[in-house]
């Protein structure tokens, strides 16, 4: 039946293609608003033919939330969440620089074009995933909800209640962001955190009386090499320094200077073990009359391998299988929405999205010809969770 569904896929992918290159080519960073409403209300039309109801979560600074979602044939069967993001990285001029377009590369056809990997390939999954299992008779789920959110390019500030709410009212949620090779899915991804440690001092006549001053920045400069010197101490956790600003004129000795930092961490013991080294870190100055203080947190919480997502890793391996395909469930050092999910304890698994390279890159690109087999894993993974979630 699985090969039937590859099948069925592979006669309607120039369908999928047409759909791709239309929400590939609106610029649809996380702050162009008309950009993003125009992909949702697209896809809002295109979920409507398949046979979803939908509904938007209106935004005023970012694009509105698009919630879609499809009764199954089953009352009693899972409920499958599927989550998304319409937004990119890249700004408004970008899709007139360089539209959707096939070419190839090292001999494999791809597609180009600003957020074709990440993740505009991936949201087409999910819609058609659902759709070839509707279209089989083989909808035996109670339901399939899909939330594509328009700000997780900048950790869904927006949109994290909302996922959480419909995460909560399902049984397992599957992340569509881009798969790293055929035979790959996500399991696991760390936290993201950003930390500012800042330095007070004194100031004082640079040039006059600088012996009066306590120099902000030279205290921070210690504080930063301690800092960067906590990376990989703990296992699982990177520290890097990214930000660092000090002084306003170059007669003053500078009172304030602080960095920023990018901290990440593969679980909850690793994540109170880095802060508890910053703080032991700013405890102690070098110069004499300055103080250090660190502040920040994670603002995404580790998604971690786990006993209750295994069941999930072991469904998709299984529709792997059938498809001919060994699945290999990796980590990744980025976080997503599985970040905002599998913490509330909800089953979750990640990287159902197309496969490619160089995400955020202007040569982003997608691999076309195991396309239709992705979306065959999708389905085989959203049919399996139907049937081994029932309910009373």
């Given at each position: 039946m699985q090969h039937a569904i590859v099948q069925r896929t592979e006669q309607i992918m120039q369908q999928y293609f047409e759909d791709l290159r239309t929400i590939v080519n609106v610029d649809s960073g996380t702050y162009t608003k008309p950009g993003v409403d125009r992909v949702s209300a697209y896809l809002r039309d295109r979920f409507q033919d398949f046979g979803f109801s939908t509904y938007f979560d209106k935004q005023q600074e970012f694009g509105d939330h698009l919630v879609a979602t499809h009764m199954g044939t089953n009352p009693r069967g899972g409920r499958v969440l599927l989550v998304g993001h319409m937004d990119t990285v890249f700004p408004d001029g970008e899709v007139e620089r360089r539209?959707?377009?096939?070419?190839?590369?090292?001999?494999?056809r791809i597609a180009k074009g600003p957020g074709v990997l990440d993740m505009k390939s991936g949201l087409l999954i999910g819609m058609y995933g659902v759709r070839l299992l509707m279209d089989a008779g083989l909808a035996d789920y109670q339901q399939v909800t899909c939330i594509f959110n328009s700000d997780e390019e900048i950790?869904?500030?927006?949109?994290?209640?909302?996922?959480?709410?419909?995460?909560?009212?399902?049984?397992?949620?599957?992340?569509l962001?881009?798969?790293?090779?055929?035979?790959t899915v996500v399991s696991s991804r760390k936290s993201s955190g950003l930390y500012r440690i800042e330095v007070r001092g004194?100031?004082?006549h640079a040039g006059v009386e600088p012996e009066k001053g306590r120099n902000a920045i030279h205290e921070l400069s210690y504080q930063v090499q301690a800092m960067q010197a906590l990376h990989n101490t703990i296992p699982g956790a990177s520290v890097c320094v990214s930000v660092i600003h000090g002084g306003d004129r170059s007669n003053v000795v500078?009172?304030?200077?602080?960095?920023?930092?990018?901290?990440?961490?593969?679980?909850m013991a690793g994540i109170?073990?880095?802060?508890?080294?910053?703080?032991?870190?700013?405890?102690?100055?070098?110069?004499?009359?300055?103080?250090?203080?660190?502040?920040?947190?994670?603002?995404?919480?580790?998604?971690?391998?786990?006993?209750?997502?295994?069941?999930?890793?072991?469904?998709?391996?299984e529709a792997g299988a059938e498809l001919r395909l060994e699945i290999e469930d990796v980590g990744s050092g980025g976080a997503s929405d599985a970040n905002n999910t599998s913490p509330l304890g909800v089953p979750t698994?990640?990287?159902?999205?197309?496969?490619?390279?160089?995400?955020?890159?202007?040569?982003?690109?997608?691999?076309?010809?195991?396309?239709?087999?992705?979306?065959?894993?999708?389905?085989?993974?959203?049919q399996r969770i139907g049937k081994h979630y029932q309910h009373e």
């Open positions: 539209p959707f377009s096939f070419a190839e590369r090292d001999g494999m950790g869904s500030p927006a949109s994290k209640s909302l996922i959480q709410e419909l995460a909560r009212q399902a049984d397992a949620v599957i992340v962001e881009p798969g790293r090779a055929i035979g004194v100031s004082a500078p009172d304030y200077a602080y960095c920023e930092m990018d901290v990440r961490a593969t679980d109170a073990a880095i802060e508890e080294e910053m703080q032991r870190v700013v405890s102690h100055t070098t110069i004499a009359g300055t103080q250090a203080s660190v502040s920040g947190d994670m603002r995404s919480l580790p998604f971690e391998r786990s006993e209750r997502n295994a069941p999930l890793v072991q469904m998709v391996k698994i990640d990287g159902l999205g197309a496969g490619g390279g160089l995400a955020h890159n202007p040569d982003e690109y997608v691999e076309l010809d195991y396309l239709p087999t992705r979306i065959a894993l999708l389905s085989g993974l959203v």
